[in-house]
């Protein structure tokens, strides 16, 4: 079994930052990709970021240029760096794991952008 888990939210001003981070712990894994999803209440969980094996990554539109993703050479943890952050980026903000056998899911943290 691997476990997420997130930290790093919390409440930030418009064009505010926030760092998140993500990090697995358990078995051994082969990772496939670690994203970063959002989820509003009421909506669905939709995509931010994801970062594949080979480093490739995926951004969703809205966040294209705002926001970065990486992760270290381990799996062990993955960022998403947060920049200008707009009212439409607050949600709860949960840390995804796609191995070769399974697909893991963090607690998820909550992010809100508030003046």
């Known amino acids: 079994q691997v476990q997420l888990v997130e930290s790093g939210g919390g409440l930030v001003q418009p064009g505010g930052s926030l760092r998140l981070s993500c990090a697995a712990s358990g078995s051994t894994f082969d990772a496939y990709t670690m994203g970063w999803y959002r989820q509003v209440l009421g909506k669905s969980r939709e995509l931010v970021a994801i970062?594949?094996?080979?480093?490739?990554?995926v951004y969703a539109d809205s966040v294209q240029g705002r926001f970065t993703i990486s992760k270290d050479n381990a799996w062990k943890t993955v960022w998403l760096q947060m920049n200008d952050l707009k009212s439409d980026d607050t949600a709860v903000y949960y840390c995804?794991?796609?191995?070769?056998?399974?697909?893991?899911w963090g607690q998820g943290t909550q992010v809100t952008v508030s003046s």
């Open positions: 970062i594949t094996v080979g480093s490739a990554t």
């Open positions: 995804k794991l796609v191995t070769r056998d399974s697909i893991y």
